[in-house]
């Protein structure tokens, strides 16, 4: 029998589940940590959550399919293997549209809310004008989630039970690499449409096989950037840096390479991986999961010595 749009969240197959609420926001966040940290790398996926609550979906203007496209779908799958070399990763359990980690804790679109804000919140940063606040407005394709305005004290609930849990459990992977190895990595690990978006400085283009994020520089030693770069053009991936991506919030957030903090962010074409319109995963998985288990492995062999940092000391 085929399985309907919204089967694929409703009946909990594979590709995405309905949520027990109440078990998501008891446990928002997923760590897969070896038994030994060896090398000072952490690997986040803050985007492929798959557990969707059923009164988010119903309150959704959206059919499920179409909610779902802002997912990076089954990256925390490609990087799995990082575990079995020492190095942790850590996957947001919650959807991106239904909050996003990778955006300050208060980037909110005042229009979508039933009462006045807070002072404290940013409503007028280029995100929440496109929609993709930490609340989103609009789904990947630009198409409104939500049916009516929200209380802005359910905004709150997601923001305390879902992201500071996750930030908090990111900070202290790092925290614990930096005190273990004099410095820390974070890989913040992404998947993007293979075509530009409506919405996208790269409408229409077809993309590369993978993008670098680093800030333009700023976020990471550009010899880490180089070593990753030319790792995966020998594994035989098309490689850009910084465009169409450049990194969100956390590669800015975390990155500080002059206290020996570097965070590097990875976008993957889904077309190496799954078919994006049935968002279900293809025969590119297994391979593209080797070879970010080859590229873990050689980043743990690098000398880090020589890739120097201005500044030690505390990290946070």
């Not at 609550?53 to 779908?73: G, H, I, M, Y």
């Not at 909050?99 to 807070?118: H, I, K, Q, T, V």
């Not at 062999?301 to 120097?308: H, P, R, V």
Request: aromatic share 8%.
């Amino acid at each position: 029998m085929a399985i309907t749009p919204r089967q694929r969240i409703d009946d909990k197959d594979e590709a995405g589940a309905a949520g027990d609420e109440d078990d998501l926001f008891a446990h928002p966040v997923a760590i897969e940590r070896p038994d030994r940290i060896r090398f000072p790398f952490v690997f986040s996926s803050p985007h492929s959550g798959r557990i969707y609550p059923r009164s988010f979906v119903t309150a959704s203007n959206l059919d499920p399919v179409t909610l779902r496209r802002s997912e990076d779908s089954f990256v925390e799958e490609i990087f799995g293997g990082v575990k079995s070399l020492g190095a942790p990763l850590i996957h947001a359990r919650f959807p991106r549209a239904y909050l996003d980690a990778n955006r300050e804790p208060y980037e909110l679109d005042p229009g979508m809310f039933a009462d006045p804000l807070p002072p404290h919140v940013n409503t007028r940063s280029l995100r929440v004008a496109g929609g993709l606040g930490t609340i989103a407005r609009v789904v990947a394709d630009s198409t409104e989630i939500y049916r009516g305005p929200l209380p802005y004290a359910e905004a709150e609930r997601r923001i305390r039970q879902l992201y500071m849990p996750f930030h908090e459990a990111l900070r202290g992977l790092l925290e614990e690499a930096h005190t273990i190895f004099g410095w820390s990595v974070l890989i913040d690990c992404h998947s993007m449409p293979s075509v530009g978006g409506p919405a996208d400085d790269d409408r229409g283009a077809d993309r590369p096989d993978i993008v670098l994020g680093d800030r333009y520089g700023t976020s990471c030693a550009s010899e880490l950037t180089s070593e990753v770069e030319n790792k995966l053009r020998k594994l035989g991936y098309s490689v850009a840096r910084n465009n169409p991506y450049a990194g969100g919030f956390n590669t800015e957030h975390y990155g500080r390479p002059h206290r020996g903090l570097h965070a590097l962010q990875i976008e993957i074409n889904r077309a190496l991986y799954m078919d994006e319109a049935r968002l279900e995963r293809g025969a590119g998985l297994a391979r593209l999961k080797a070879d970010m288990t080859a590229l873990a492995a050689h980043l743990a062999t690098l000398d880090l010595a020589s890739i120097e940092s201005s500044a030690r000391g505390a990290a946070f």
